[in-house]
């Protein structure tokens, strides 16, 4: 039986892909800094700063998947080296050590879960590949970029090899972030003048990350590589929230098609033109080259799984989520 390893094991995402290990039959430990309480996995607690913590959470592991991360955070305070230090200390020189337990205890592969934001935060008529420079802009998608690049200093020459995701916004039920602030604007709101914001963004569903984890952590020939990895289409703010209206049960009548650039524009008058700048900007990406690699295809196609996360949310039950 293969052990794997999920670190943030208390996360969104690991939540899912915990879930899915443990249907395929694996050995699954749960490693985070609080513990999640589960008793279908070897939970461990550990600080992720102690290398010695962690051979011992890793011992006799094949996989490694490393979800543990500061997330991207709307408002920081402090200063902008202070708030830099806090995603280096929890991004980057977290990855350092586990990738040097990972080495010492022998791990077959880690899958480092890294971000878009490490190619860019806005895409002009070409999408998003992997063979961009990077342009990580924001403290978060700078420290991942570092993570990255001191995970494949560590391991290089090891029998530990390793794989780097690189996926856009994740969507799915009981999603946090900018997905979940969507969702609840869209269920208070009566009308919603989005409708005409068509800006082509890329993003993934929870069910298709959690799949092409488990591809990158058993695929061969991939050793030391980079990926991105997305749904199979692109949706778009009025796209996504008609979807929604419909996951509700509701009509689309809901949803209005007012200019994008009057919408700026009172935006802009209210101060709120960066927050509609980051909603109306494209972000397309290409993940061609995890699928020719590996022969993975989203399972998921984009509008089931927007409309599956809505009736969640509606629902608020096991039975949906």
Partial sequence: MTRVAVTGATGFVAKHLINRLIHDGMDVT???????????????????????????????????????????CLAEAGSTHEIEARYYSANTLTTEILAEAAKLEGVNRLVLMSSIGVNGN???????????????????????????????????????????????????????G?????????????????????SPRTFIGIDNLVDAIVVASEAKNISGRTFLISDASNLNVGTILKLISKGFGRG???????????????????????????LTA??????SDFRIATGWYPPVESDIGVIKMARCFLSKTKSFC
Avoid: Q
């Fill in 178 to 198: 900018n997905f979940d602030r969507l969702l609840n604007l869209t269920y208070k709101a009566p009308l919603l003048p989005l409708g005409g914001v068509c």
């Fill in 30 to 72: 749960a490693i985070s800094r609080n513990g999640t309480g589960r008793n279908d996995v070897r939970d461990i607690v550990v600080d992720f700063c102690d290398v010695d913590m962690l051979r011992r959470a890793l011992k006799n592991t094949n996989v490694v998947v490393h979800l543990a991360a500061r997330a991207h």
């Fill in 282 to 287: 494209s972000l397309e990406v290409d993940s």
């Fill in 252 to 278: 689309d009548w809901r949803i209005l098609n007012l200019p994008p650039a009057l919408l700026g524009f009172f935006a802009k008058f209210s101060g709120r033109g960066k927050a509609w700048e980051k």
């Fill in 122 to 176: 806005r895409t002009n008529g070409k999408a998003f590949s992997v063979n961009d420079v990077p342009d990580p802009i924001d403290p978060y998608a700078k420290s991942k970029w570092l993570a990255e690049k001191v995970l494949a200093k560590v391991l290089e020459g090891s029998k530990t090899d390793y794989v780097i995701l690189r996926p856009p916004l994740i969507y799915g039920p009981n999603c946090p």
